[in-house]
């Protein structure tokens, strides 16, 4: 049933009952404990990848294994191939991995549907298009060989910090996976298959036989020929029967992993890859099944599980700091009473969860006391900035920062406050997890081809932190906002969009950006603003709504083009009014914000709810992506209100300065 009746039919019942409904609709999604957790829907191949584990490990679960293939089975395309993200192309590593899947549980090649899967892999090159993560996979059970793989030498552990390269210059989430990795291919730890199992035919004809490692790339002198000449020279070396220091260098690896497996993580930096990867390192280290740090990671791992009857699922992840967070800012906004017990509730776990010791970020940025949240429920070693702000800007909301709230409070927040800015970069942006882990070279890393080993400066996150500054009445005029509005300038597309990383894509990079400088004070007249807001406005849907798909990522030339979609018209919308000027009389009932706020109204579900399948959420551009659940709930909430706010006069504005 669609809402789209109200009483009297004013624009302004429609809107209230709108907000009412949404409030509720959020409220009854609430944990006992006070915090929400909406499910991460993703792509076929975690599903995929745990049968390949299963069958490396020799622990098939016969009933794990059938809903997993039945999961695989409902995502095949009609060219026969998996896609990444709800209406995208085949991907070549999706497809392999779930024909793999298939076949070790079996499914004969014969099939009609195990027909049309291979010949979509072979369209697509076969296995040696896929990258390197996932012929690792293949690796293991045989089906690459390793010397073809890039090496991931262990003795990557003794790189001290003053040498041009160790661990700590990757992505958090590449180090969490790089280190069981480089346990792995210092064992080479192959289960070997029988025929009917194998993957011959997925290699184009000859190919099979062929040298299946990286060549030499044109200019000659250049950092990925430099990467695979050492790559080479890795490899002879480990070929030769004396390896100094490869016992040590292991025994530190087995240490780093195992350390951040323990008490405070849900397993290896709570997300999926490293949770799998350091599964097989310890089997391979001849942990035992019934050890209790294996048990833990087995565990922690089904976690990760949705044991839906109609479809059994598996998250890369649990977002319950993210999700809470958003949910409070969303109710907030709408008018709920910071007092309200259920709100209470909420910032009481936030609280909570605030991480109070020095993770992996304090090698880079050591010199702040510790504090900061994480995306999961309990992940020590890894708070990132992105779910600090968030939090900050629920609490900042509910009055933490004031000086009326309890010097606990107070203190917390100023803390938080505190070691957020501190991760300002060199460019003066903001990463997600790590000071100035931005060395460009590092992606030509022949195991870089997963495209998130860095952790780049973001606009959408620099756009945010100038949000929480201006909601707090932070200086403008100090140094690090200086800095990061020309970070802001200096990013900024040609046509005035920005880049989203971590949501897709330009639609949700232009919305923070847009929302932090207005919080900030910037004059929203400038030209530099006025063309962000025309982008936006270029965008829209004839429907009133905007959307984006993933595919943004690859072509620049479909950025803000898609199927319209809650969250994104949401997004679109606070962008808009973020940019209007509220001096000028109108301002906010430009077409382009009715015809947004009429789309939201429209669609509202009975229950208070949107509907929205397609993925607007973004884990590693053009290779991994995933869909927030709770996005169609919170964000249009949030821009419900915010309209309602600016046509009320409510808005604050901050004055200039």
């Known amino acids: ?176 996976m790089l280190m069981p990795l480089a346990i792995l291919n210092h064992y080479k730890p192959t289960k070997h298959l029988p025929a009917d199992k194998q993957l011959h035919e997925l290699y184009p004809i000859g190919s099979e036989e062929s040298d299946l490692g990286l060549g030499m790339q044109k200019p000659r002198f250049s950092w990925p020929n430099f990467f695979l000449f050492c790559d080479r020279l890795i490899k002879i070396m480990h070929s030769l029967p004396w390896k100094p220091w490869k016992r040590a260098a292991l025994a530190r690896a087995e240490a780093w992993m195992t350390q951040r497996m323990g008490e405070g993580s849900d397993g290896l930096a709570a997300i999926f890859p490293a949770m799998l990867n350091s599964m097989i390192a310890l089997r391979t280290l001849r942990y035992s099944r019934e050890h209790p740090l294996y048990v833990k990671a087995k565990n922690d791992f089904a976690g990760l599980f949705v044991d839906d009857p109609q479809d059994f699922r598996i998250q890369p992840c649990l977002s319950p700091v993210w999700d809470t967070a958003i949910n409070l800012v969303a109710l907030l906004e709408s008018g709920l009473d910071p007092h309200d017990p259920k709100i209470e ?76 800015l501190s991760f300002q970069c060199r460019d003066g942006g903001w990463a997600a997890f790590d000071k100035d882990v931005t060395q460009g070279w590092l992606e030509d890393v022949p195991f870089a081809d997963h495209n998130a080993i860095l952790d780049p400066t973001c606009s959408d996150l620099t756009g945010r932190v100038l949000e929480l500054l201006g909601l707090i009445d932070y200086d403008r005029n100090c140094t690090p906002v200086r800095r990061a509005l020309k970070f802001l300038r200096d990013t900024q597309e040609d046509d005035g969009s920005w880049y989203g990383r971590w949501g897709v894509n330009y639609i949700y990079g232009t919305w923070q950006v847009l929302r932090g400088l207005r919080s900030i004070g910037e004059d929203m007249r400038q030209q530099w603003i006025v063309r962000a807001r025309d982008w936006l406005e270029s965008c829209q849907n004839e429907d009133g709504g905007w959307g984006e798909t993933c595919a943004s990522y690859d072509d620049p030339t479909l950025k803000g083009k898609g199927p319209s979609t809650a969250s994104q018209t949401a997004w679109a919308l606070m962008g808009l009014i973020a940019a209007a000027d509220p001096t000028e009389p109108g301002a906010f009932d430009r077409k382009s914000i009715r015809q947004g706020v009429d789309y939201l109204l429209s669609t509202q579900v009975a229950d208070g709810s949107w509907v929205e399948p397609e993925v607007t959420g973004t884990g590693f551009p053009r290779v991994f992506y995933l869909r927030y659940d709770m996005y169609r709930n919170n964000f249009p909430l949030m821009a419900l209100a915010t309209y309602r706010k600016a046509r009320e006069g409510k808005l604050p504005v901050r004055q200039r300065e």
């Open 1 to 176: 049933m669609i809402f789209t009746d109200t009483p009297t039919g004013s624009t302004q019942n429609r809107l209230d009952v709108a907000i009412r409904r949404a409030q509720q609709n959020l409220l009854r999604l609430q944990h006992n404990e006070g915090y929400w957790c909406g499910e991460l829907f993703v792509d076929s191949t975690l599903c995929s990848d745990y049968v390949l584990f299963m069958h490396w490990a020799d622990e098939i679960d016969p009933v794990m294994e059938e809903k997993c293939v039945a999961h695989i089975r409902r995502r095949q395309l009609e060219d026969g191939g998996w896609n990444i993200y709800e209406g995208g192309p085949s991907d070549v590593n999706a497809t392999v991995k779930a024909y793999f899947a298939l076949k070790l549980a079996g499914h004969a090649p014969t099939q009609p549907w195990m027909q049309e899967a291979r010949a979509c892999i072979l369209r697509l090159g076969g296995i040696p298009k896929m990258n390197t993560y996932a012929k690792l996979y293949l690796a293991l059970l045989g089906q690459f060989p390793w010397r073809y793989l890039p090496t991931v030498p262990v003795e990557i552990m003794f790189m001290p910090r003053w040498f041009f390269f160790d661990i700590y210059e990757v992505s958090s989430w590449s180090r969490a």
């Open 345 to 420: 509730a909420a910032v009481n776990w936030l609280k909570e969860k605030e991480v109070r010791i020095n993770g992996d970020w304090y090698v880079k940025n050591h010199h702040v006391p510790p504090s900061g949240w994480a995306f999961e429920f309990n992940n020590v070693y890894y708070p990132d900035t992105d779910d600090t702000m968030m939090v900050l800007a629920a609490l900042a909301r509910a009055g933490a920062h004031e000086e009326s709230a309890p010097v606990e409070t107070k203190a917390m927040f100023e803390r938080a406050l505190k070691w957020l």
